[in-house]
């Protein structure tokens, strides 16, 4: 089973970014820098089966490898996250 790590664009609530582990919150960050390095970090951990989400700023979420490269088969992503405005 491939794990997928997920980085939103956006902080959740306005300050802190969430990495998520199959939709589930593994961890809080001050930073999407800091929050992408514990996804590559994790991932790599993980081994050959764990792949990054990266959500961009059109909200397209676009997959990476553990190793932050783009993969050559890609997995299945999360559904687009529709957030509000505010």
Do not use: C
């Not at 790590?5 to 999407?32: C, I, K, N």
């Amino acid at each position: 089973m491939t794990r997928v790590y997920e980085v939103p664009y956006l902080p959740d609530d306005g300050s802190r970014w969430t990495l998520r582990l199959a939709g589930q919150t593994v961890g809080t960050f001050a930073s999407r820098f800091e929050a992408l390095q514990a996804a590559v970090n994790r991932a790599s951990a993980d081994g050959g089966d764990a792949s990054i989400g990266v959500e961009g700023a059109d909200g397209i979420w676009r997959p990476f490898g553990s190793d932050i490269k783009r993969p050559v088969h890609v997995p299945t992503l999360p559904p687009v996250r529709l957030v509000r405005a505010r």
